[in-house]
Each structure stands twice: as structure tokens, then as C-alpha cells.
């Protein structure tokens, strides 16, 4: 059969399941697929046999290197390159790969953050081949995909704990589908996440230090023309950015990554691209990947893609929506069918959802707490910080009507008639979108909107598969023991009972008035701003026993979770600080300095010949006292960085991170997009607003 490009090259620089089967002995990959489908440790025999397959199908494919590739707390990805090459001794090389090496790595964890777990234990970190996720080449590098854990087994990385959590939901999930009669082979997290991101040209890249070392714009005043006329949405794609974009799905396909759905978003020079969900790890594996290769490609088109969650003030920043659902060998859970009401199984995953996302909303809440997400949450282009579920015109009244013990008709979908006979009719989609809402139903899956457009979303994975999980607990404990013909009368009462317990957390208003802010606040829901409000949850008694509990993290581990976010947070302050104030020293103040010394010039060789001119006169004076503005705004902004960096608990740090820099900033950036105000275009050291967003 012949096959077209795109089927064809898709998956071939993934050692995909096919290719395990055709390059293994049928036993040998039998007892591999049944050892991780059982989650067994895997024998090295078997581990020999796999290496040596993935080693001669990685060199037909080009490669000559293997690497370990894993995701420490930075949550990007990080990799160590070993060539395959073996020395003979007579000059020649064989190329060999064991199986030790496939299974186990020991990169020096040093340099990786710990969060303290270092301290505590010890520098060693051990790489753990995760055989769920299948290897790839990147760069004739055979990347074998891994857990990073520490010498006494904390985990160290992103995956550990979202695998673990997996496998708690899991568990969980089988027991509650017995007791309705189903024994499903697998129950499996299904995410699909949309990325958005920014393309501007790399000549304007470079000439910013501040996106250079920070990934934002840190000073800019607000362009002539910033998103009002929404023509950007959907709108044609310019013919650079169509190329590349090309190029992105290729090299994705190659990589057995299904990316579908490509489109301008509501900002100039923003755009969006989503891939067919996956399974949960894979898709993160997936989307970590995707962010890779939009950076690399961008360069060959002399773009530069910003995937920071707000480059540009004074228009949207970026997010990424995390769709969420669990699936029983391929049967979506969250699938309302026709009758949602009559559905039991459906209303008690659905009733499950609801309470784990309103008894752990501080958790999920901290999961996207970064200093690039402080900028959007709550600033009217992205959801609010407080977690609320909306869940349309088809589920929201049938909720209702459960805690109200009140009868709902099952309404089939209305046909809308649009009057033209040529067009067919169409149906009114059962949920509207509601764009305000952070954690929305859209048909037969959860979206979470509330992730950072640079964000490795296991974080917030692990959240929702534990808290899922923990509920799925809760029935099974609560109905196991009820005799058959009670069941379904037992379970619809679990079912209301939990509505009607957690219904403080249903919302189906807009998000982003400021009425819904103080609505939230009498129904007790909480409303953390700022990563310093979101974080300090992570390390409540409450949080460390409910993932403790589940065996998802240890205290420890969540320690170090905590600690390596909260550093981060100040660490990335500190660098904007200081980008500032080297920007505006080395850059703005020569500039406005020499041009308006340049125009008092002039005003000096006119009063020689007896003209005064007094719009230069008043220019100079603007500039003059603008540079007094600027000089001290960046002094005061230095000071109180060096005291805030020399606090050494990280909580009161990054609270006075939080008040005192982030304002001194502001205050310097407000005395710098003054001046870019008033100057010439000509001296101004860098591109503006205008020219990073409308370019041809
Ligand atoms: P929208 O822009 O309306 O949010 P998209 O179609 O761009 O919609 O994105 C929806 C995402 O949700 C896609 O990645 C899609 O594959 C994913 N998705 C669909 N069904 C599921 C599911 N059962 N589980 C997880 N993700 C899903
Ligand atoms: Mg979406």
C-alpha cells in the first residue's frame, strides 16, 4: 500500500510499539509489555534484548549518541549525550548500548534544584528508564525518556509523582467501576494541551536584553495599536509564520506527536497550537517537545518564538489549557451520553471531579503560582485566581436538579435555523464557552485554564489525579459493603450528598467581573493573587498527610516542592531586577543623556544667533528631569533587590519580592516608557511595541 508524506513519516523517529514487536523475539516482548503493564521492575535480561533492538534501529536511523532525557524541577527538559562508540583496541569502534545503560543513568544531581532534598540526603540522582513513554530521536541523539530520582528515592523531577499518581487513579477508578459490573483491562488520564506562544523577528530578539534574559519585554510603552480591533484572531496566517509552522508539524509528526489545530490568536503575533489529546504522561512528554522544536524552528525563519506567559504588556499574555478526562480501555468516563441524568456511572465520576477540584482548589491553585502567571491570572484575559467549575446549559441544571431533588427533562439539542436555505441546519453545542471560567466542562472533558503558557502541567496533573483519585476512594469505601439492590439508590444519594456539599464551587457567571470576586469570597472560596499566596499551601499538615496518604509525595518531597518553587519565584525576580537596572545604566540613560545633550546643542547655537526656541528648550528639561526619574528609580530598585536577596526565609522573601520589587520595577519601567514617549525614534536603543508586534 502506498502511503502519503504525512503517513508515512509519522512516527519514524519514535521506536514505537510496532517497531518493538518486529525487532523483538514475540516472548521477549511479551514479557516486556506484561512487566509494565503490571508495573513490575524489568528483568536485564530483557532489558539486554530491548537495548540492542533500540541501539540498531537508533543507528539505521542516523543516531550516535543515547541520552537519559528527564525533567528536574526547572520543569523544562534536561539531557546528558554518551555516544554509542566502544573502542576495539585496534584503532576501530564497535557502537554498543546495554541494558544497564538503557535502564539506569546516574547524572551528577547537583546542579539540579532540590528544594533541599540534597542537603538532607545526598548529591547523588539516579535516571530510571520510564518504558510507559516510548524512546525517540532528537538530533541523532536516541532520547530514552526517564525518571529522576534521588540516591534514597525521592523523586527529584516533574514525572515521578505524576506517575505515581497515575497509577493511584487507576487503582482507584477500577474499584469504583466494579462496583457497577466493569472490569476494565486499563483506566487511563487522557490530557490534551493547547499551546500558545509568540513569533517576533530575531533581529528584534536581539537587540532586548530583557527578552534575551528574562523571555518579557521588562520596559516598552504601550504601542499606538494593541489588540482592539481583534482582527488577529483566526486571521490569515503571514507567510513566514506559515512556513514555519509547516516545519513545526513536520518535525512534530516525525516525532509521533499528533499536532492538529494551528491558529493566530487574540494578540498580535501570537498564536496557538494543539495536538489529539494523549495519555497523560505522554502528552506532557509531548507538549515539553512541542515548546522545544517551536523555539529551535523558529530560528530558521528568522523568527524568535517567546514562549513566556507575558512578553508584551497592553495585550494578552499566554497560557495553556490542560483538557483532562480519564478513560476505561478507550471509553471516556466523562462522556455525559444522551441521558446524562439517567447516567450514574457518568454523575458519580462527574460528582467526584467537582468535590476533588473544590477540596483542593489551594493545591491546584499553587500548581500555576509562578512570577510569568502572576501577570495573567485575574487580568482580564485569563481566568481569576480563584478556582470555580462551570459547567454549561446541559450538566448545570441537572446538577441543580439533583440538589434540589428537582426533576430535569432530558432536552435533546436544539437545531438552530439559520434562514438560508443552502446552509444546513445546525446544533446548539450542549456547553457554551464560557472563556471566564478557570475549570470548564467543554462536552466530555475538563479544561484547565489556568496554566502558564511556559508551565510543565504535571504539577497540576498530579493534583487532579490524586484528588480525583481520592474520591474515587471515598464511593468505593462508602458503597462496597451496601448490598446489590441498594447500590443505585445509595450511590445517586453519595452522588447529591456530594453536590450539594461542594456546589460553592460551581460557577457559571463571568469570571473576570469584579462582582464574581466578591461573590467567591462569601461562598469561602479562596482567592490567592500572587504566587506568595498560592504557594505557602503546598506545606500545610492537610497537603503533605493527603499526598502522603496516597503515596503520590512524602513530606520531604513536598518540602522540596515547595521550596523549589518559592526559590524560583525570587530567583526569577532577581534576574529582572537586575536586568532592569543594567538596561537602563548601559542603554536608556546614554541614550536620552546624548540625545538631549544633542538638542541642547542646538538650543545654545540658536541663542547665538538670537532665536530661543522654546520647544527644545522644554524637551530638554523634559529629559533632563526624566534621566533624574530614571537614575534614581533604578538606584531605589537596586537597593531594595540586595536586601530582598538576602533574606533567607524563602516565604518572608518572596512576600518582600512581591511588595517592594515588583513596584520598584513598575516605578522604574513607568520612568523609562516616559522618555520612549518623547525621544526620537533614532536614539531610542531598542525595537518598541510598535515594531516587535506589527511587522511585515
Ligand atoms: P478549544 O480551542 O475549544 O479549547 P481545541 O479543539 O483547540 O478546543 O482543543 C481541545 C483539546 O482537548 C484538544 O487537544 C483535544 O484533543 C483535547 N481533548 C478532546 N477530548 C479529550 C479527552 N477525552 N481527554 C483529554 N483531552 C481531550
Ligand atoms: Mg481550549
Not at 506484561?34 to 524489568?42: A, H, L, S, V
Not at 544531581?109 to 513513554?133: K, M, N
Not at 515588583?662 to 525614534?681: G, I, W
Amino acid at each position: 500500500m502506498s502511503k502519503d508524506r504525512v503517513s508515512a513519516e509519522y512516527g519514524s523517529l519514535v521506536f514505537t510499539d510496532a517497531d518493538m514487536q518486529d525487532r523483538l523475539p514475540k516472548p521477549t516482548y511479551k514479557e516486556l509489555k506484561r512487566t509494565i503493564d503490571e508495573g513490575e521492575p524489568i528483568d536485564l535480561d530483557i532489558a539486554n534484548e530491548v537495548a540492542h533492538a533500540m541501539k540498531e534501529w537508533a543507528l539505521e536511523h542516523g543516531a550516535t549518541h543515547f541520552t537519559h532525557w528527564f525533567q528536574p524541577l526547572t520543569g523544562i527538559t534536561s539531557e546528558k549525550h554518551d555516544s554509542f562508540i566502544s573502542p576495539r583496541g585496534d584503532g576501530t569502534v564497535l557502537m554498543t548500548f546495554s541494558g544497564k545503560e538503557l535502564v539506569q543513568g546516574e547524572p551528577d544531581a547537583s546542579s539540579f534544584p532540590s528544594g533541599g532534598l540534597r542537603a538532607t540526603f545526598e548529591a547523588r540522582g539516579y535516571t530510571v528508564w520510564d518504558p510507559i513513554s516510548p524512546a525517540f530521536i532528537k538530533d541523532e541523539v536516541l532520547c530514552i525518556p526517564t525518571a529522576f530520582i534521588s540516591y534514597t528515592g525521592e523523586a527529584l523531577d516533574k514525572k515521578t509523582p505524576l506517575l505515581r499518581s497515575e497509577v493511584l487513579i487507576e487503582k482507584q477508578a477500577k474499584r469504583v467501576l466494579a462496583l457497577f459490573g466493569r472490569t476494565p483491562r486499563r483506566v487511563l488520564v487522557t490530557a490534551g494541551l493547547e499551546q500558545e506562544y509568540f513569533l517576533i523577528k530575531e533581529e528584534d530578539y536581539q537587540a532586548r536584553p530583557d527578552l534575551i534574559l528574562c523571555g518579557r519585554t521588562l520596559f516598552g510603552a504601550e504601542p499606538a495599536k494593541g489588540q482592539e480591533l481583534e482582527e488577529h484572531y483566526f486571521g490569515a496566517i503571514r507567510p513566514s509564520v506559515n512556513a514555519f509552522m509547516k516545519e513545526v508539524d513536520d518535525e512534530l509528526w516525525k516525532l509521533g506527536i499528533p499536532a492538529r489545530t494551528k491558529h493566530n490568536e487574540v494578540a498580535p503575533c501570537q498564536h496557538e497550537l494543539a495536538p489529539i489529546y494523549e495519555l497523560g504522561t505522554r502528552a506532557i512528554d509531548n507538549n515539553l517537545l512541542t515548546m522545544e522544536k517551536l523555539k529551535l524552528m523558529a530560528t530558521h525563519y528568522g523568527l524568535a518564538c517567546l514562549e513566556h506567559e507575558k512578553p508584551f504588556e497592553y495585550v494578552n499574555g499566554s497560557g495553556k489549557h490542560d483538557n483532562w478526562s480519564i478513560a476505561a480501555d478507550g471509553e471516556n468516563l466523562l462522556e455525559p451520553g444522551d441521558d446524562p441524568q439517567d447516567n450514574l456511572q457518568f454523575l458519580v465520576v462527574l460528582s467526584c471531579l467537582i468535590a476533588a477540584v473544590d477540596e483542593h482548589a489551594d493545591l491546584l491553585r499553587a500548581t500555576v503560582a509562578t512570577a510569568g502567571n502572576d501577570h495573567r491570572l485575574g487580568a482580564n484575559e485569563a481566568p481569576p485566581a480563584i478556582i470555580s467549575i462551570f459547567l454549561g446549559d446541559d450538566l448545570a441544571p441537572i446538577v441543580s436538579g439533583l440538589i434540589n431533588h428537582t426533576e430535569v427533562a432530558s432536552h435533546d439539542r436544539e437545531e438552530i435555523d439559520l434562514g438560508v436555505p443552502q446552509l444546513p441546519n445546525l446544533f446548539r453545542d450542549s456547553t457554551d464557552r464560557n472563556r471566564t471560567s478557570p475549570f470548564a466542562f467543554t462536552g466530555n472533558k475538563f479544561e484547565f485554564r489556568m496554566c502558564g503558557s511556559q508551565q510543565n502541567v504535571s504539577d497540576s496533573n498530579v493534583v487532579l489525579n490524586t484528588a480525583v483519585a481520592e474520591q474515587f476512594d471515598r464511593f468505593a469505601n462508602d458503597l462496597e459493603n451496601i448490598p446489590e439492590e441498594r447500590f443505585v439508590k445509595q450511590a445517586l444519594h453519595w452522588v447529591r450528598r456530594t453536590l450539594r456539599e461542594h456546589q460553592r464551587v460551581i460557577f457559571e457567571g463571568n469570571g473576570y467581573s469584579p462582582e464574581w470576586e466578591l461573590e467567591a469570597a462569601e461562598r469561602g472560596l479562596l482567592n490567592n493573587k500572587t504566587t506568595p499566596d498560592a504557594l505557602p499551601c503546598m506545606v500545610i499538615q492537610k497537603n503533605i498527610d493527603f499526598f502522603e496518604k496516597y503515596g503520590v509525595l512524602n513530606e520531604a518531597e513536598s518540602h522540596a516542592r515547595y521550596m523549589a518553587a518559592a526559590e524560583q519565584y525570587s530567583k526569577l525576580l532577581n534576574i529582572e531586577s537586575n536586568t532592569m537596572v543594567a538596561m537602563v545604566r548601559n542603554l536608556y540613560l546614554p541614550a536620552v543623556a546624548q540625545y538631549s545633550a544633542d538638542l541642547a546643542t542646538g538650543v545654545a547655537a540658536k541663542a547665538e544667533i538670537g532665536i530661543v526656541s522654546a520647544t527644545e528648550k522644554d524637551l530638554v528639561r523634559t529629559l533632563t528631569e526624566g534621566m533624574d526619574a530614571m537614575y534614581a528609580a533604578a538606584e531605589d530598585l537596586e537597593e531594595k533587590n540586595l536586601e530582598a536577596r538576602a533574606i533567607e526565609d524563602v516565604h518572608e522573601q518572596n512576600v518582600r519580592y512581591r511588595d517592594e520589587i515588583v513596584p520598584a520595577m513598575a516605578e522604574l519601567r513607568r520612568t523609562v516608557d516616559a522618555m520612549e514617549k518623547v525621544c526620537s525614534k533614532e536614539c531610542w536603543p531598542v525595537p518598541s511595541y510598535n515594531d516587535m508586534l506589527f511587522y511585515v
